[in-house]
């Protein structure tokens, strides 16, 4: 059969459109979220953070919400480019141990 | 600053083999982290190093094992290379005021 994690999840866009990208943490005690954009042939890049105390937070074009009521976390990317394709990982890290829980990921393609 | 630097980029073994990873950090980070990425799967911890002269097992420490040379550098050395750590391995860095992991580009190795 097949195994869990071979493919992953893909949100097709077109650009100029918004693009939200959603992930389901684990644990409840988690209190630190963080999201990654993973290009082709390189390491995650950090883009935006959020403490478990707050609901939502934005940075440039990206939006992250926290709904811990339902273990929920979004990304949302406003005016989406060509450039934002690429694999976007959620990660949650508890006790402020330093260690992350990584997401699958999503797959991000933007069509011109 | 470089940031984080990793080598060799790529690498081809033959089972049985060894080989050390090397990763360095340039930004007085305390903590750093060795993660293996498979295909469409997050990112999986090996081992960690909370602070120069300590190391602990992650997720899958199996088969790995670590050096904290310095503050600045953290190897990943293979005894004994298996098919099955055929992967993509991520060197990451943290400072210890922030929970954010600043990650490397990443060494890909196959084993034959």
């Known amino acids: 059969g097949e195994s869990v994690g071979l493919h992953l999840p893909t949100l097709s866009v077109q650009e100029g459109d918004n693009s939200i990208i959603n992930c389901a943490y684990s644990?409840?005690?988690?209190?630190?979220f963080i999201w990654y954009k993973q290009e082709s042939g390189k390491g995650p890049q950090f883009i935006i953070d959020?403490?478990?105390?707050?609901d939502k937070r934005q940075g440039q074009r990206v939006t992250v919400l926290l709904n811990k009521t339902v273990k929920h976390l979004s990304l949302q990317i406003a005016a989406t480019q060509p450039g934002d394709s690429a694999v976007y990982f959620c990660a949650e890290s508890y006790n402020q141990g330093g260690k992350l829980i990584f997401g699958q990921g999503t797959e991000l393609s933007v069509k011109p | 600053n470089a940031g984080v630097t990793q080598t060799p980029k790529f690498q081809v073994l033959k089972t049985g083999q060894s080989m050390t990873l090397q990763c360095a950090q340039d930004?007085?980070?305390?903590?750093m982290y060795w993660y293996r990425q498979d295909p469409g799967m997050g990112l999986r911890l090996i081992y960690y190093?909370?602070?120069?002269?300590?190391?602990d097992k992650g997720e899958v420490p199996n088969g790995y094992n670590v050096s904290r040379l310095n503050k600045r550098e953290f190897s990943l050395r293979l005894e004994s290379a298996a098919p099955s750590q055929t992967s993509v391995y991520f060197c990451a860095s943290r400072w210890t005021g922030s929970e954010t992991q600043y990650f490397g580009p990443g060494t890909r190795l196959l084993v034959l």
């Open positions: 644990n409840s005690a988690s209190d630190y």
């Open positions: 190093s909370a602070s120069e002269g300590t190391t």
């Open positions: 959020i403490r478990s105390n707050m």
């Open positions: 930004m007085n980070h305390n903590s």
